[in-house]
């Protein structure tokens, strides 16, 4: 199992921006990809965005544009760069980590505590 501590989430007014980080530790050599999913109230956890060890990225249709996904191969950490943010990104974010093989994206570790994003004037 790979640990997951997300932050950086915070209230921010429709069109402003946030970076949300996610650092990994333990199990480490055992993934190549690590994405970031949300939650609403009421709705089911979607993958937003995921990243592979090589950089190859992925992106929700209702987030390209808008977010940016990378990673800190030395740091074991990745970062969300969200922009233009509505109230419908209003959501607990939470990262996780797995393997891409060919065009399947496999995110099965254990859930961190995620972080908040509220988007509100």
């Known amino acids: 199992q790979v640990q997951l501590v997300e932050s950086g989430g915070g209230l921010v007014q429709p069109g402003g921006s946030l970076r949300l980080s996610c650092a990994a530790s333990?199990?480490?050599?055992?993934?190549?990809?690590m994405g970031w999913y949300r939650q609403a109230p009421g709705k089911q956890r979607e993958l937003v965005a995921a990243i592979t060890d090589s950089g190859s990225t992925n992106y929700a249709d209702s987030v390209k544009g808008r977010f940016t996904i990378s990673r800190d191969n030395g740091k074991n950490t990745v970062y969300l760069q969200m922009s233009g943010l509505q109230p419908d990104d209003t959501a607990v974010y939470y990262c996780?980590?797995?393997?891409?093989?060919?065009?399947?994206?496999?995110?099965?570790?254990?859930w961190g505590q995620g972080t908040q994003v509220t988007v509100s004037s």
């Open positions: 996780n980590a797995g393997r891409k093989r060919g065009n399947t994206w496999q995110f099965n570790n254990g």
């Open positions: 333990g199990s480490i050599v055992s993934i190549n990809a």
